[in-house]
C-alpha cells in the first residue's frame, strides 16, 4: 500500500467519525440508557425490544428507496440528514416512551443506519481504489469503537445528571461528531470523483437504451448475493442475546458482561481482517472464511459452553459477524455489480437483509421459549454459515466466469 497523502487521511479520520455518529456513539451506547429508562419509567422488555424491531422494519421498507437516493443527491446533504435523523430520533425517545413516538423515533434512527456502510464505501472506494476494502473495514470499525468509548460515558453521565440529560447531551454530541466527519470526508475538490458515467461499464445487452447497465447472470448474482447476506443477518441476531445465554447455562451477569465485551472486540478487529482479507484475496473469499470460523465458534456456544476460556474466544470470533453485515453487504455488491450496478442492487439487499433481521429478532425469543434453550437457534446460525459459503463459493466462480464488472 502507498502512503497515504494528506487528504485521504483526512477523509479516512471523516468516514470513522461519521461511522462513530449514526451507529457508534448512540445506536452501541443505547443498551445502557434503555436499562436506566426500564427501571425509571417501568417499561417492558417486549416494548425496548420492539425498538430493535421497528429499527428493522423500517430499514426493510426504506432501504431500496433512500440507498438509491444517495447516489442520485447531493452526497454531503444526504449524510447530513442521516446523522440528524439518527440524533433527533434518539433525543425523541425521551419525550414519548410510553405513546406512538416512541415508534416514531426508532423509525427516524433505523432509516439510514444500514445504509451508512452503503454511503461510506462509496466514497472510500474513490480515495483508496487499491484498498478499499481495508479502508472500509477500518472506518466500520469505528461503531464498536465508539460503543466501546461511549459506553461507559453513558453510564457516568446518566448517574450524574439522568437520563434525560444525559440522551440530550448524547444527540449534541452525535451532530457535533457527524456533521464535522461529513465536511472532512467530502472536502469539496472531491466533487469530480462523483461525476457520473453514463456509458455501461460491462456492456449494453442488446435493445438497451444507450447509458443502460449490463449485468451479466444478474438474478442468479442476486439470488446468491442475496443468500450470502441474509444468511449473515440471521447469523448476526445470536450476537446481541450472547449475554442472555450465558446467564441461562448459568454464569454470573459480570461474566456475561464480559463475554458482550469479547464480542465487541471481535467487532471490531473482524472489520478490519475481513478488509485485508477482501483486497488481498477477494471478498466471497473474505465471507467465506469468517464464515467458517463463526460456525466454529457456534459449535463452541452448544457443546463448550461450560468451559469459559473457550465461551471468552467463542465469543470475540462470533464478533466477526458485524463485519459481513456491514463492510460485506457493500463490497459484495460492488463485487457482484460492479461500482454502477451497485447503485441500483445495493438498496435491494439492505431491505431484505434487514427484512429477515426483523424476523429472525422476533423468532429467537418464541423459539426459546418453545425449545428453552438456546441450541435450535444456534443450529439455525450454523446452518446459514454453511449456506453463506456455498453462496459465496457459486457467485466466485460465475464472476470470474463472466469477467469482473468494472
Known sequence: M????????????????????????????????????????GLSMTK???????????????GAYLTKLFFRTNKKMYLRVAVLSVAVGFFLLTLGAKGIMWYIASGMIGLFISISMISISYVLSHWFPGNAGLMTGVASAFSGIGGALFSPVAGKLIGAVGFLKAMGVFSVITLIVGFIGVELMLPKKDEALFAEDDRPKAGVQPGAKAGDLYIPHLALRFALTALTLTGSSIMLQFIFNVSVFAQTVGYTLDTAALLSSMVMI???????????????LSVWKAVITLAAAIMCSILCFIFFY????????????????????SVGLSRCCVSAYGMQGQKTMSGYHVSISNAFGALVSLGIGMIYDLAGSYSPILWIGFISGAVMIISSISIERIIKADGELA
Not at 20 to 35: K, P, T
Not at 272 to 280: C, K, Q, T, V
Not at 306 to 324: E, H, K, N, P, T
Open 306 to 325: 461450560d468451559r469459559i476460556a473457550i465461551l471468552y474466544v467463542a465469543s470475540l470470533v462470533y464478533g466477526f459477524g458485524y463485519a459481513i453485515g
Open 266 to 280: 471481535g467487532n471490531i478487529s473482524g472489520k478490519i481482517i475481513f478488509g485485508y482479507i477482501a483486497d488481498r
Open 48 to 62: 425496548i425490544a420492539s425498538h430493535n424491531t421497528i429499527r428493522a422494519i423500517t430499514g426493510a421498507l426504506s
Open 2 to 41: 502507498k502512503k497515504m497523502s494528506k487528504d485521504q487521511l483526512l477523509v479516512l479520520i471523516g468516514a470513522c467519525m461519521v461511522q462513530s455518529a449514526i451507529i457508534g456513539i448512540i445506536l452501541n451506547s443505547s443498551g445502557v440508557f434503555f436499562a436506566q429508562m426500564r427501571v425509571e419509567l
